[in-house]
């Protein structure tokens, strides 16, 4: 079994930036695939960015150029540097890991308000 915790969101105005953490416990193997999805009120849940153990990744359009995902294999940590914040960047961000089996984080709250 995998757990994903999440942390870091928080309320900020927009033009800020916030960084998201996700640490997954319970496995000692470096997990190949770990990302961020997001889902705002009405919407579905849609793919933020991912990224793999071999330095692979895949942004959504809507966050290329603001957003910077990171990761520390070792530690089964990945990260989401969100950069030049906007009001449609608010949702619940989920933290995502695995390809065969896929794991989910409870999510953390981020809304960008003046």
């Known amino acids: 079994q995998v757990q994903l915790v999440e942390s870091g969101g928080g309320l900020v105005q927009p033009g800020e930036s916030l960084r998201l953490s996700c640490a997954a416990s319970g496995r000692s193997a470096t997990i190949y695939l770990m990302g961020w999805y997001r889902q705002a009120p009405g919407n579905q849940r849609e793919l933020v960015a991912t990224l793999t153990t071999t330095g692979i990744t895949n942004y959504a359009d809507s966050v290329k150029g603001r957003f910077t995902i990171f990761r520390d294999n070792g530690k089964n940590t990945v990260y989401l540097q969100m950069n030049s914040l906007k009001p449609e960047d608010t949702a619940v961000y989920y933290c995502?890991?695995?390809?065969?089996?896929?794991?989910w984080g409870q999510g953390t709250q981020v809304t960008v308000s003046s």
């Open positions: 995502m890991a695995g390809v065969i089996t896929t794991w």
